[in-house]
């Protein structure tokens, strides 16, 4: 068993990646800003996690966090995340998802530590230019949020030819799941549904979207970091399958009897404001033959498993 520093490691997709390696045995030290009442707990409970506060935006406690730890390898969740989110605080973006990787690479440097698995998105390509796409798709996001993280990439990039580091990408699509902590399809959905409410949306129901459970999220990035030798710095990890926002309408008013949930043709707005890069799937082979990645929770099962997450947690409270 290894030794892996999580980064965001209180964060919703950082939290996951958590329990998943101390399920395996590894020890774990997740890095955050705070440390959630949460992981709080699951350190009180297994003794191979430990939590440290760290700004990555802060060099000195950057490189004191990896130089007490020395981990095998790091898991890089951290960020501001979100199309809307970095549009509207674009310097703090900038701070976290840019200088925030150079720090963390630069540590690393210092600290003879090799490998980093960097969560990106699919935000990096921009405008898809086919319903389907590969990684070696051009790499021209429109947003904040996609400029951040493709930065971060090339750094990596960067630092792995003049300093032998490596810098692995996993390239994610609208991750979704329980507890999701953005307002974002399909959770508004789903939590319209069980409250009775209907819900209708003026745009986007014809844009298709890979949207990705967060097991599989995890699956991959696990994947990405337990294989011995890479030939590529990127992977695609989402679906390979884009339904369309309609189409996840009509699966949860399926899933909810009595569900009003109805999406109108149109352009998609991040937040009803931004308007969504051209999307689509994200193609999967490259992940399936190097990593032997293979999604386990298509949309209507995830659509499933947050309904009845919802209702396991509402029955708990009430």
Not at 59 to 80: F, G, N, S, Y
Not at 135 to 142: F, K, S, W
Not at 260 to 271: M, Q, S, T, V, W
Not at 296 to 311: K, N, Q, T, V
Request: hydrophobic share 40%; proline share 5%.
């Amino acid at each position: 068993m290894k030794t892996i520093l999580v980064t965001g490691g209180s964060g919703w997709l950082g939290s996951a990646v958590v329990r998943r390696l101390l399920a395996r045995g590894d020890t774990v030290i997740s890095a955050d800003v705070g440390i959630s009442p949460a992981m709080k707990a699951l350190a009180e409970q297994n003794p191979k996690l430990l939590n440290t506060i760290v700004d990555l935006g802060e060099w000195p406690q950057v490189m004191r966090a990896l130089t007490e730890a020395r981990p095998d390898a790091i898991v890089h969740c951290a960020a501001i995340v979100g199309v809307v989110q970095c549009a509207d605080i674009p310097l703090k973006a900038m701070r976290v998802n840019v200088e925030g990787m150079v720090n963390l690479l630069e540590a690393m440097r210092l600290t003879g530590i090799r490998r980093v698995v960097h969560v990106s998105t699919e935000e990096t390509y921009g405008d898809f230019q086919s319903a389907r796409i590969t990684e070696d798709h051009p790499q021209v996001p429109t947003s904040i949020y996609g400029l951040t993280k493709l930065a971060a990439e090339h750094y990596g990039r960067v630092y792995s030819r003049d300093h032998g580091l490596e810098c692995i990408n996993v390239r994610t699509c609208w991750v979704y799941g329980p507890n999701l902590p953005r307002p974002r399809m399909p959770k508004t959905y789903v939590d319209a549904a069980l409250k009775g409410q209907p819900l209708h949306q003026q745009g986007g129901g014809d844009l298709a979207v890979d949207q990705v459970y967060i097991e599989d999220t995890v699956s991959g990035i696990v994947l990405a970091l337990d294989k011995a030798e890479h030939r590529f710095d990127a992977y695609n990890v989402a679906t390979g399958e884009a339904p369309t926002l309609s189409e996840v309408a009509g699966l949860v008013n399926e899933a909810v009897p009595g569900a009003d949930i109805r999406i109108e043709a149109g352009p998609y707005r991040h937040g009803d404001r931004i308007l969504t890069a051209k999307k689509g799937a994200l193609d999967i082979s490259r992940a399936r033959q190097e990593l032997g990645y293979a999604p386990e929770y298509p949309i209507r099962r995830g659509i499933d498993l947050m309904i009845e997450e919802a209702r396991g947690a509402s029955g708990a409270s009430g």
